[in-house]
């Protein structure tokens, strides 16, 4: 080895390829390059994952919070009030959705069953809406169209006086749980 300074030396010539060789006489301007492309590829990427302002400004919805916290024996259990009127509301903190329709209230997962994409409601069709695949759905989470192929993911819910207590930690898919994906909810 041969040495053209005190910091740098050179890479022997008969190195046969190796990607040292490679990233040591690759030219700086080819380097920043192909870091601007990748980082182009990977900002054009995010943009894709995301929703528009307009379309979230054409999906209200309401914020809630937990009415306890996560303390103690009952740490996979969230406590909401009982909806007063039909509508939606997100728990995002909890990935929690509260729907009341029909004169029951079901507890959703936030998440799209295809691709856990933080599903909107939207207040004009009275349905849920993925914005990443456009998959759409009923008030009482069943699939209606879209790239999804099953209804929305339900979570365990009792009423207990003027709270409901949703089990955050019990999921049921319509497909693997129908009995209790069905039963899944209380009378408003």
């Not at 300074?5 to 010539?13: C, G, I």
Request: aromatic share 6%.
């Amino acid at each position: 080895m041969t040495m053209t300074d005190d910091t740098t030396s050179s890479v022997p010539a008969d190195c046969g390829g190796c990607s040292l060789h490679d990233a040591l006489s690759a030219p700086a301007a080819m380097q920043r390059r192909e870091f601007l492309r990748a980082a182009g590829l990977a900002m054009a990427s995010l943009g894709l994952l995301g929703i528009g302002a307009r379309d979230a400004a054409a999906m209200p919805s309401v914020a809630i919070g937990e009415v306890t916290g996560r303390d103690g024996p009952t740490a996979t259990t969230k406590q909401y009030a009982v909806p007063a009127a039909d509508g939606v509301a997100i728990d995002r903190d909890n990935s929690v959705m509260i729907a009341r329709a029909a004169g029951k209230v079901y507890a959703f997962a936030l998440a799209c069953p295809h691709q856990n994409t933080a599903l909107k409601w939207n207040d004009h069709d009275h349905q849920f809406q993925c914005p990443k695949h456009h998959s759409r759905y009923t008030a009482d989470g069943t699939f209606i169209d879209g790239r999804a192929t099953r209804n929305m993911d339900r979570l365990a819910i009792k009423r207990v006086g003027a709270e409901l207590v949703v089990d955050v930690d019990t999921i049921y898919q319509a497909d693997d749980n129908p009995k209790e994906w069905a039963a899944a909810f209380v009378p408003a």
